[in-house]
């Protein structure tokens, strides 16, 4: 697979649709917690969403979009340590509800870090830039369960 050149707001766009689908992962979870569906329900459905859609995501932002700010940005260094902190309670065994519910409430702020001050910090940085990313093609993931556990 070869790379692709990508302007700024092409990968922009991108990453927010992406954040649309993992703010929909945490009020799934949010949702299962409440309605005390079986946690191994939950676990497993976020297990696959981790490994298929999140860690790639993360990898992107870390590999391509952060590199934009210089190495010891206070806001990147945040995001990173966030991301590992994520990474940790994805693959958690033990005190697997408790992780659950760490992720569904550190996600969302995360996400809401990153749209609003993380991505307008680089809007601002590359604002009349021509800013392009040589990086791998872009794939819409899609995630189709069967067991739509946040269903009633």
Not at 99 to 118: D, G, M, Q, T, Y
Request: glycine share 2%.
């Amino acid at each position: 697979m070869g790379n692709r050149i990508f302007e700024s707001g092409q990968i922009l766009n991108y990453l927010k649709n992406e954040h649309h689908d993992i703010f929909e992962l945490c009020y799934r979870i949010r949702v299962g917690l409440l309605q005390r569906v079986e946690i191994k329900r939950i676990k497993i459905y976020t297990d696959l969403f981790y490994h298929e859609y999140l860690k790639p995501h993360f990898e992107l932002e870390e590999q391509y979009v952060f590199t934009v700010f210089e190495k010891d940005n206070l806001l990147v260094k945040r995001a990173v340590s966030e991301h590992r902190k994520l990474k940790r309670l994805f693959e958690k065994n033990d005190s697997i509800e408790e992780s659950l519910s760490l992720i569904e409430e550190i996600l969302e702020n995360h996400l809401r870090f990153e749209e609003h001050v993380l991505f307008a910090s680089l809007i601002e940085k590359i604002e009349n830039k021509k800013v392009l990313f040589v990086m791998p093609e872009l794939n819409e993931t899609t995630i189709e369960w069967h067991d739509k556990f946040w269903v009633n």
